[in-house]
């Protein structure tokens, strides 16, 4: 009778631990979701002038036109999340030849490290590196090649930032990348 007893009794202790941490699991595994946003400046860590004036526009059109996000003006504690975009470079070489072996087309590359810091702490949370690319014209005037060059750079950004929103989009709904 003893030994039955002895038993059911840990039977009984090791359902109640099982049972404890189910209920731990549970709330250890549930995710933070991400309500708001604030852009930080662009860093531009590259030679290629006026990178961080397409990057922050960019940035704009993606975030301050989709009703999706709510960019913050100032950060709000416990709230929101800071964007601190850092260009890492911007690489251009040429793809496309004519018969006398002159570059006509050429594929700019661009690469960004975006750090996602929620606020009122020091270190990020997520650290995602995101590259994206573009062609352009080499036919023209210098004015004109230039002025494709900057566009090229430009579009790599929104793509950058638009693959930025999907991915926080996600955060949000719980899934995991």
């Known amino acids: 009778m003893w030994l039955l007893n002895r038993n059911i009794i840990g039977f009984l202790l090791v359902g109640a631990v099982a049972l404890s941490s189910c209920s731990t699991l549970r709330y ?7 309500k708001h946003v604030y852009m930080s400046p662009v860093t531009n860590k590259t ?19 989709d009703s999706r ?18 260009i ?17 087309e050429y594929k700019v590359t661009v690469t960004a490290t975006i750090k996602l810091i929620k606020y009122g702490y020091k270190h990020p949370f997520k650290v995602l590196t995101i ?8 036919i023209g005037s210098p004015a004109e090649v230039e002025q494709r060059k900057k566009e090229a750079i430009e579009s ?5 930032f638009r693959e930025l929103g999907e991915r926080l989009l996600e955060e949000k709904n719980g899934k995991d990348n």
């Open 156 to 160: 790599a950004a929104k793509k950058i």
């Open 88 to 104: 890492n470079s911007v690489s251009i070489y040429s793809v496309g030849y004519n018969i006398y072996d002159q570059a006509t």
């Open 131 to 138: 590259s994206a690319y573009e062609f352009y014209s080499a």
């Open 69 to 86: 996000f709510k960019v913050d003006p100032k950060p709000i504690p416990d709230e929101t999340i800071i964007i601190k975009p850092t």
């Open 47 to 65: 030679p290629e002038e006026g990178a961080d004036i397409f990057f922050s526009k960019a940035a704009d059109e993606a975030f301050y036109t």
């Open 28 to 34: 250890a595994t549930k995710r933070e979701t991400i």
